[in-house]
């Protein structure tokens, strides 16, 4: 890599997350947790879908996805950042920084497209149930999941293709406990503005898209139901509330980041904390608390083990 850019930096010194001995402590302590949690929580959709045959519809299958997919989001960051929080000397090698940014924004490609189906799932079910089977057939879901991951690689490599010519003689340091384009790129012996808006334009125009997307979507949810149900929109707002909090919550920092110029503050590193550690978190609990399917499919496993535990 260093041959291909001329770059005489081998290593980026990640400044992370600043604090006392004490509150690093604390931190290490909670993401440990938090991302035991987001493992064990995902993988355990994930095997519940394919275990259990009632769960075996487009919306599961895509919940699926995002579950695995979420399992690869954080895992691109938390691992190194608990481990950085208990270490002085905080370093990522000049590889190991350029695969992490491939990762981060593959992986936040493929989730973008991810959630757009899952909001076409809900358009489908809700205003064209009759359809629904014919619209969300085997073959589309499929073919949706390709298309997240063929999104994600292209808008992966057409921000990384800029970046990976660019020489870096020094300064090292990057104020965030990952690495990221904005963060990077603005390290470059070169004049990196154009590059900046590009990667600026790409993620930004991207993340607008999509949240915007997905809010014309769920509009015309809303009004369809509102218009066939005499004004009651009760049952489309808790059908969808999981999806929108889910959003909200992915998006606000993406947005923060990558929708206008990059930002000289290092208030993003907290906020991308939602997408790479709370949101995996918490969509295993959204999406099972408030989900009846899930619940009983729980039941149904429990039941199922205690019946062969005895027999």
């Given at each position: 890599?260093?041959?291909?850019?001329?770059?005489?930096?081998?290593?980026?010194?990640?400044?992370?997350?600043?604090?006392?001995?004490?509150?690093?402590?604390?931190?290490?302590?909670?993401?440990?947790?938090?991302?035991?949690?987001?493992?064990?929580?995902?993988?355990?959709?994930?095997?519940?879908?394919?275990?259990?045959?009632?769960?075996?519809?487009?919306?599961?299958?895509?919940?699926?996805?995002?579950?695995?997919?979420?399992?690869?989001?954080?895992?691109?960051?938390?691992?190194?950042?608990?481990?950085?929080?208990?270490?002085?000397?905080?370093?990522?090698?000049?590889?190991?920084?350029?695969?992490?940014?491939?990762?981060?924004?593959?992986?936040?490609?493929?989730?973008?497209?991810?959630?757009?189906?899952?909001?076409?799932?809900?358009?489908?079910?809700?205003?064209?149930?009759?359809?629904?089977?014919?619209?969300?057939?085997?073959?589309?879901?499929?073919?949706?999941?390709?298309?997240?991951?063929?999104?994600?690689?292209?808008?992966?490599?057409?921000?990384?293709?800029?970046?990976?010519?660019?020489?870096?003689?020094?300064?090292?340091?990057?104020?965030?406990?990952?690495?990221?384009?904005?963060?990077?790129?603005?390290?470059?012996?070169?004049?990196?503005?154009?590059?900046?808006?590009?990667?600026?334009?790409?993620?930004?125009?991207?993340?607008?898209?999509?949240?915007?997307?997905?809010?014309?979507?769920?509009?015309?949810?809303?009004?369809?139901?509102?218009?066939r149900s005499s004004g009651d929109l009760s049952k489309a707002l808790v059908t969808l509330s999981a999806h929108i909090t889910v959003v909200v919550l992915f998006f606000t920092p993406c947005m923060f980041l990558y929708v206008w110029p990059f930002p000289t503050s290092s208030i993003?590193?907290?906020?991308?904390?939602?997408?790479?550690?709370?949101?995996?978190?918490?969509?295993?609990?959204?999406?099972?608390?408030?989900?009846?399917?899930?619940?009983?499919?729980?039941?149904?496993?429990?039941?199922?083990?205690?019946?062969?535990?005895?027999?």
């Amino acid at each position: 890599m260093d041959g291909l850019n001329g770059s005489v930096v081998s290593e980026f010194v990640l400044l992370g997350l600043s604090g006392s001995w004490e509150t690093r402590v604390i931190l290490t302590l909670t993401f440990s947790l938090l991302y035991l949690g987001i493992i064990l929580g995902n993988l355990f959709i994930v095997f519940l879908v394919i275990a259990d045959s009632h769960l075996h519809s487009p919306m599961y299958f895509l919940l699926a996805n995002l579950s695995f997919n979420d399992v690869w989001v954080s895992s691109t960051t938390v691992p190194k950042m608990i481990f950085d929080l208990l270490s002085e000397h905080k370093v990522i090698s000049f590889q190991g920084c350029m695969i992490q940014i491939c990762f981060i924004h593959m992986m936040g490609g493929v989730e973008m497209v991810l959630l757009i189906a899952m909001a076409f799932d809900r358009y489908a079910a809700i205003c064209k149930p009759l359809h629904y089977l014919n619209i969300m057939s085997p073959k589309r879901c499929i073919l949706l999941v390709v298309i997240g991951w063929v999104t994600g690689v292209i808008h992966t490599m057409s921000q990384f293709s800029f970046v990976m010519n660019l020489p870096f003689c020094g300064p090292n340091t990057i104020d965030s406990f990952y690495c990221d384009f904005p963060r990077v790129i603005q390290l470059a012996c070169s004049d990196a503005e154009k590059f900046e808006f590009v990667v600026a334009a790409n993620s930004g125009f991207m993340s607008m898209g999509t949240f915007f997307l997905l809010l014309l979507s769920y509009v015309f949810i809303l009004v369809t139901v509102w218009k066939r149900s005499s004004g009651d929109l009760s049952k489309a707002l808790v059908t969808l509330s999981a999806h929108i909090t889910v959003v909200v919550l992915f998006f606000t920092p993406c947005m923060f980041l990558y929708v206008w110029p990059f930002p000289t503050s290092s208030i993003d590193k907290y906020l991308f904390i939602a997408d790479f550690a709370i949101t995996p978190a918490l969509n295993p609990v959204i999406y099972t608390l408030r989900n009846k399917d899930i619940k009983i499919s729980i039941q149904r496993l429990n039941k199922q083990g205690h019946y062969n535990r005895f027999c």
